[in-house]
């Protein structure tokens, strides 16, 4: 079955970009306008996979994913790093003192405030996509305003580059999950990496030694996210990212951490890309 890949955007967006990357160049895309509906698209079988978006090194995790993988009960299939160079782009033949209204995806926009602030001409509005501004802005012709997207948007929709590398800091990366609705048939004994979710009971010192055993067992923790649990007020579940060396250390882990914890849940074993 040819893979179809559901991507939060449209063409020329980040997550296009690493479905080309992950995928190969000539990658079948299901262009997707939010995270829930690119979930839709994999439970409903119009997409095999789905590129979306996890944390980024400025703005931090996007939260509401968390859930989402969670409660859909998607998998995890691997991970992709990409860096982030925002431009500002716009019609061609305008400067930026010209420009009224800024447009892009909330996170987009967060990452680059230190830039608009020596701009305060410019008023910012979230949208839902970088690259499906920089589409707006060609096809209707919208002068005054612009996008922040990355350079292959301008090149895709013909826009001018005003302004490159805007992001607050330079060394600026997105961290996204390879997803399906699929279970793995065969573990993957070469998988370096785990994404985890577990809820520990209320007594003093459950986290800190549902850690402990991570640590003894030699895994290494490499992220931690607390998300409120809905149906339990104050009662909060925790996902986890841990990296190890031998696969049977995180098996001899896991073994452990089943009878400890109240409800553990694996969410994707994969090879460590950032390592």
Not at 107 to 126: N, Y
Not at 211 to 229: F, R, Y
Not at 253 to 264: D, G, T, V
Request: aromatic letters at 8%; glycine letters at 6%.
């Amino acid at each position: 079955m040819k893979k179809k890949v559901a991507i939060q955007g449209v063409k020329g967006s980040y997550h296009h970009g690493v479905a080309q990357a992950y995928f190969g160049e000539d990658v079948d895309i299901n262009e997707c306008m939010s995270f829930q509906e690119l979930v839709h698209s994999l439970e409903n079988h119009k997409s095999t996979d789905g590129v979306m978006a996890i944390e980024n090194s400025i703005a931090g995790s996007i939260i509401p994913n968390y859930a989402y993988i969670d409660e859909h009960d998607l998998k995890i299939r691997g991970e992709y790093f990409l860096p982030i160079h925002h431009c500002l782009m716009a019609l061609k033949g305008q400067k930026i003192s010209e420009i009224k209204e800024v447009y892009s995806h909330p996170m987009a926009l967060l990452q680059c405030k230190e830039f608009f602030r020596g701009q305060p001409h410019i008023k910012l509005v979230e949208d839902a996509d970088t690259a499906d501004v920089a589409r707006r802005i060609s096809e209707e012709q919208l002068r005054g305003v612009a996008a922040v997207a990355g350079e292959i948007a301008a090149t895709i929709y013909q826009l001018d580059i005003l302004a490159r590398e805007i992001q607050t800091i330079k060394s600026n990366s997105t961290r996204f999950f390879i997803l399906s609705t699929e279970d793995v048939k065969e573990k993957d004994k070469k998988a370096n990496k785990a994404s985890l979710k577990f809820l520990t009971d209320h007594k003093k010192g459950s986290l800190a030694t549902v850690l402990n055993v991570m640590s003894d067992c030699g895994l290494n923790l490499t992220k931690i996210q607390s998300l409120p649990v809905i149906s339990m007020p104050w009662k909060y579940s925790f996902f986890v990212d841990v990296t190890f060396e031998n696969y049977k250390d995180y098996e001899k882990a896991m073994s452990i951490l089943r009878i400890m914890a109240l409800e553990l849940k694996v969410l994707g074993e994969y090879k460590n890309q950032n390592g």
